[in-house]
């Protein structure tokens, strides 16, 4: 049998903030049919401006939205200091930086972009340096498992919707800083954002997150200099390649009391 969407699905939606909306569906279920109300995400269009020019715009969470351009700017490798942000004209529907960085550096991000894997995909920069060597951490097996599990405790948008992504930063055994997007790229690029306004040394963060690790995911933590990735999900050929070449842990699959270690597997110390 089939259904149109209006059907299927009622024009009468409810807003319950700018997180979420309630709308009517048609569910089947255990061989039936019933109208049942369900909770959405919300998703908006967000335009970061650069020098009053239109650098790109993101599908996104309508939250933390400066923090996710700022993020997006430092893991792009279009801005390396707060130093270089001269002002920032922001709303809910853009944000404009004016930058006294080179030209160049903005150009060659325009050039040399790449469009990226994820939902609510962007764009994203090559890598310009390399790494030399892993940096010297241990992992903690049970801090990893127990980090995820309160990981997952605070997904409380996705248990609601099934809809967005979460990424996280730890720093001293902690998580410090929490983010939901419908895109897994935006999340990350929040958390960064909340770091580089609390100054943190993101060198002293790990990243744990929702979704699979890309390539575009492991050049952000390369650019900004996060020496671990930790996810529920697993990683991507490319990205374990990149890990191995530019010196940036992987973990992937962290479910209950297990996790994969993908790269300096030679090289970490467990305790």
């Known amino acids: 049998m089939i259904f149109s969407s209006h059907f299927i699905i009622s024009m009468n939606e409810g807003n319950m903030d700018d997180l979420r909306k309630l709308i009517e569906i048609k569910q089947y279920k255990n061989g039936a049919f ?5 909770i959405i995400v919300q998703e908006k269009s967000f335009t970061i401006y650069i020098n009053n020019e239109r650098l790109l715009a993101l599908a996104t969470l309508p939250e933390k939205l400066e923090e996710l351009a700022l993020g997006f700017l430092y893991t792009e490798g279009i801005v390396h200091s707060k130093e270089e942000i001269t002002s920032i004209d922001y709303n809910k529907m853009y944000i404009n930086f004016q930058l006294n960085t080179s030209k160049e550096r903005i150009q060659q991000f325009i050039e040399n972009r790449e469009k990226t894997s994820g939902c609510g995909s962007s764009l994203s920069s090559n890598i310009l340096e390399h790494k030399k060597e892993f940096s010297k951490i241990s992992i903690n097996q049970k801090n990893i498992v127990n980090l995820m599990k309160k990981f997952h405790q605070s997904c409380s948008l996705f248990r609601e919707t099934g809809g967005v992504h979460s990424a996280s930063l730890v720093k ?3 998580i410090v800083f929490f983010a939901n997007d419908i895109g897994r790229h935006n999340a990350v690029d929040k958390v960064v954002g909340m770091a580089i ?3 943190i040394d993101l060198q002293q963060c790990y990243l ?8 575009e995911i492991v050049k952000k933590t390369i650019r900004i200099k996060i020496p671990l990735i930790v996810s529920h999900s697993a990683p991507t050929s490319e990205a374990i390649r990149l890990g191995w070449e530019y010196k940036v842990f992987i973990i992937g699959f962290a479910r209950g009391e297990r996790f994969n270690i993908y790269t300096g597997i030679d090289q970490i110390a467990d305790i």
């Open 34 to 38: 019933n109208l049942i109300t369900d």
């Open 208 to 215: 744990f997150c929702s979704g699979r690790i890309s390539s």
């Open 197 to 199: 306004l609390s100054k």
């Open 172 to 174: 001293d055994g902690n």
